[in-house]
């Protein structure tokens, strides 16, 4: 199986092209791929695939001619991925597969436009949607949080300062309010306020991540909110970089780096 891999502030993805949408994977065989030890290793995978074959077309977005299907490292599937959703746009002008400098991207979530801004890619998220109060624990300590949906969803978590977000455990998953998050959920932890904050995250599918595009653009949503600011900027610094979320009255903007690093034969 041919392959690539890429990645958008260290969150790293394989990539698999099914030109003819085709050969869908199982979740055993995503998992293996993405295995860092005996695979190719990644945050997830983001399978290639005409979007006629997808369920997720939306009638009134723009013609997008390829879908992400986008798979978490464990092989179960979320519904939008911030960082994949660049890289895949990377991927589809390096493979002469787009053209043009907006790219149209089906995924579970909607269409996802996608910009080329110099050196970066920027995304049309759509908007954040704010859920209630929750709360985050680890080892018997808890944070307060809000949950907040992306299309997927995130519980993110205002820390004391930077020596406890440096501090935190995050190789087991942190325990949250299953009634709250019945699907998962992905959890960040932050410090700092608007326009600029640090954040680290457990992703659910995954464990710690170096960067979740998702996660930022609900981090930067709720800084702002705490600066009594529906819109604005906030630059968001994870573990692999930094993000660059724009809140508007009606979408969250968000723009990073997005690279391809490898093309292969994966035998496996
Ligand atoms: N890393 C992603 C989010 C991937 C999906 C997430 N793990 C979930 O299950 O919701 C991003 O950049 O947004």
Known sequence: MDFAKGHGTGNDFVIVLDRAGTRP???AQVAALCDRRSGLGGDGLLRVVPSEDSSALDSSSPPAKWFM????????????CGNGVRVFARYLLEQGLVDGEEIPVATRGGI??????GDEFSVDMGPASFGPASQASIDGFEWPGQAVSMGNPHLVCQLGDAAELDSLELHHRP??????????????FVVGEA???????HE?????????????CAVAAVALRRAGLDTGVCKVDVPGGTLTVTVTESTIHLQGPAVIVAEGTARI
């Open 25 to 27: 994977l199982e979740a």
């Open 204 to 216: 659910r599918g995954v464990g710690e991540t170096h960067s979740c595009g998702t996660g930022a």
């Open 112 to 117: 996802k436009t996608v910009k080329v801004v």
């Open 69 to 80: 299907d986008y798979r978490n490292a464990d092989g179960s599937i979320a519904e939008m």
């Open 175 to 188: 325990h949250y309010d299953e009634t709250v998050f019945p699907e998962g959920v992905n959890v960040e």
């Open 195 to 201: 326009p600029h904050v640090r954040m680290r995250v």
